[in-house]
């Protein structure tokens, strides 16, 4: 079975730090673009980061110096290294994945993937 999982979530402080982690697993071919999203109560859910296979980062304006994302091909994994955060940027965060898989054998097709979600607080 294919499916992401997040982890790392938790309270952290006002100026403090905290890893997101979300790791793909099953019988996954390849992972093209990874994304973190989060939505907090009453908002839409909204992008945060996005990483290509390739490294190339896209980032939200409200976290552009404060968050980093960064993945790990071989390990089917994509990090959110948050410092700085502030109140307003806890939500329930999403991770997100393009997955190639081979469905059925022989033909290679992406599929959209979505992590359960893990929840961030930041409070003093």
């Known amino acids: 079975q294919v499916q992401l999982v997040e982890s790392g979530g938790g309270l952290v402080q006002p100026g403090g730090s905290l890893r997101l982690s979300c790791t793909a697993s099953?019988?996954?071919?390849?992972?093209?673009?990874m994304s973190w999203y989060r939505q907090a109560p009453g908002k839409q859910r909204e992008l945060v980061a996005s990483?290509?296979?390739?490294?190339?980062?896209n980032y939200a304006d409200s976290v552009k110096g404060r968050f980093s994302i960064s993945r790990d091909n071989a390990k089917n994994a994509v990090y959110l290294q948050m410092n700085n955060p502030k109140p307003e940027d806890a939500a329930v965060y999403y991770c997100?994945?393009?997955?190639?898989?081979?469905?059925?054998?022989?033909?290679?097709?992406?599929?959209?993937?979505w992590g359960p979600g893990t929840q961030v607080t930041v409070s003093s």
């Open positions: 997100y994945g393009e997955l190639e898989l081979e469905r059925p054998p022989g033909v290679f097709r992406t599929y959209a993937y």
């Open positions: 099953g019988n996954i071919f390849s992972i093209n673009v």
């Open positions: 990483i290509s296979r390739s490294d190339s980062t």
